[in-house]
């Protein structure tokens, strides 16, 4: 008897697509195809490229080993705006078949990510709040911001050392004049400045590090100028003190035990040292203002001084003190926006609680239309 043996190819991939990578900045195609009957049997794959130089096709260049089951690939070697196709190698064992040449594609790069499309919503809402609140304020129209208690005890605390003889102390923690809490202080500094100018009041400002010594000088300096009293103006009041923590520290702590101020200002940004430094104030019975945006030494502050500003309460304090209708239109630009957030956090915090409940999927479309991929 007789048997005939017929051996057939492995059958390739087949309908190979490429297209240029959404959403990106160029340099990708993403090439997708079917898998082959027997992608079971098969060993693996290999994906190559041809490039179009001068109209004609060049060799073909491996661009990945797949494994069997791998349907797609992103090929992020590509220069944009040159041709290039593919096809895809199927192996198994000393055989091989090659799919069809896919269709020819450049990559290039999209001026706009279409996911994002929220993202531009809310920058354009955002501005335009901005917008429409200084707009108001060039007009003139009063814009209401409420009372921050710390800023309004800034002429207290200076009339009360004042009336008791004593100078005042202003310390800008140890942050550095990148930081942004430094820069509150400086706008605080410098309302502090002018009222002890006018009160004629003496100002120390011990500072710990060298570039804010030098913008804390020249904002005193500018204080006295504005209340038209340079004369009272003390270069060595506003003095570098120490580039070591508990060194600063110590040196504030006997500072306040050998002056004692009548009003201490502590703004900026602490660490470890706030609470020595508070409780050395408290000790004199000096009142105390602080602020700061360290999370870990509000406790301390809170605890141990009079008044405490807050977090954003600090980046307020230029506006809030000097009453420039810009600064204004923009705390409650941003105000406005804040509110805009929460309200769309906590509406979509319930859609999802009840999604999870129910199972209705458009209760996901809040979550679907922020989320960024």
Known sequence: ???????????????????????????????EWSLSSDDSIIDYYILFREQEVAHKWSEPETVAVLKRGESSYIDSGVKDKVNYRYFIRAIKGEEYSDSEKSNVVYSSAQWF??????????????????????????????????????????????????????PLLFSLGLGTIA???????????????????????????PCFEPVVFV????????????????????????????????????????????EKPGAIFLQGYFYAESLIIAETGNSIGAIQISGTTA??????????????????????????????????ATIKGEDWVKMLLIILISIGVILESIAFFVKVPWLHFLKN?????
């Open 1 to 31: 008897m007789l048997f005939s043996v017929f051996i057939l190819a492995i059958l390739p991939p087949f309908n190979v697509k490429a297209v240029d990578f959404p959403n990106d900045a160029g340099g990708k195609i993403k090439i």
């Open 113 to 166: 990510h279409k996911k994002r499309i929220s993202a531009l919503i809310l920058l354009i809402v955002i501005v335009s709040l901005l917008l429409f609140y200084i707009e108001r304020a060039k007009r003139g129209i009063p814009l209401f911001i409420r009372k921050i208690p710390g800023l309004d005890a800034i002429d207290e605390a200076v009339g009360r050392s004042t009336e008791l003889g004593k």
């Open 179 to 205: 930081d942004i809490p430094t820069i509150a202080g400086l706008s605080i500094l410098k309302r502090v400045a002018k009222k002890a100018a006018e009160y004629e009041t003496d100002l120390m400002v």
């Open 215 to 258: 913008a804390a000088q020249e904002t005193v300096k500018e204080g006295y100028l504005e209340a038209g009293r340079p004369d009272l103006y003390k270069e060595g009041n506003v003095f570098f003190l120490s580039y070591e923590q508990f060194g600063y520290a110590a040196g504030v702590d006997g500072l306040i035990l050998r």
């Open 295 to 328: 999370v870990t030494q509000l406790p301390f502050f809170v605890a141990a001084t009079d008044y405490t500003l807050i977090g954003e309460e600090m980046y307020a304090a230029s506006a809030y003190l000097e009453r420039d209708p810009l600064s204004l």
């Open 369 to 373: 239309f922020f989320t960024i991929l």
